[in-house]
């Protein structure tokens, strides 16, 4: 790579990181603003209140609860799909068109399938378990076919 195509990638770069910085409004000036505000959150953290620790349980218990229903219905639903997405068992363009869907799902974030699960069915642990399915059978699925 010469000198010059260096220092023009470097350039991109720094062109792209502050374009990004500039329309995601980042600022230092409302960080600093903020720090008060911080500091008031932190200090209303310490010392704990027991009083909220019976629901921190439950909701602790809650979460694992989502985790292990959503990874159980995952690992038997990417099962088809690792097939479907492994290059030995397929035809090539078969193939390629499940490894694409695989990761266009995959570029999803948990956190985005939530949202949408509970526009579809309300709130509670039911579109968390719905989002851990969703997100985590394209993970296995991609993991099934590289061991198929």
């Known amino acids: 790579m010469s000198r010059g195509s260096r220092w023009t990638g470097l350039a991109l770069i720094l062109g792209l990181f502050l374009w990004s910085a500039w329309e995601t409004e980042v600022s230092l000036f409302r960080i600093v603003e903020g720090l008060p ?29 989502i985790a292990v229903v959503g990874t159980g219905v995952s690992a038997l639903l990417a099962l088809p799909l690792g097939f479907l997405a492994a290059r030995n068992t397929v035809a090539p363009w078969l193939f390629y068109a499940a490894r694409s ?11 985005v399938y939530a949202l949408f699960f509970v526009a579809a069915v309300g709130l509670g642990p039911f579109p968390g378990v719905l989002a851990v399915v ?14 198929i």
Request: aromatic residues 12%; positive net charge; without cysteine.
């Open 101 to 111: 869907v695989l990761n266009l799902f995959r570029a999803i974030d948990t956190l």
């Open 37 to 65: 505000f911080m500091a008031d959150f932190l200090r209303r953290m310490v010392p704990p209140d027991p009083s909220v620790l019976g629901n921190a349980v439950r909701g602790a218990f809650q979460t694992l609860q």
């Open 134 to 147: 969703a997100y985590t059978t394209t993970v296995l699925a991609k993991l099934y076919s590289e061991a």
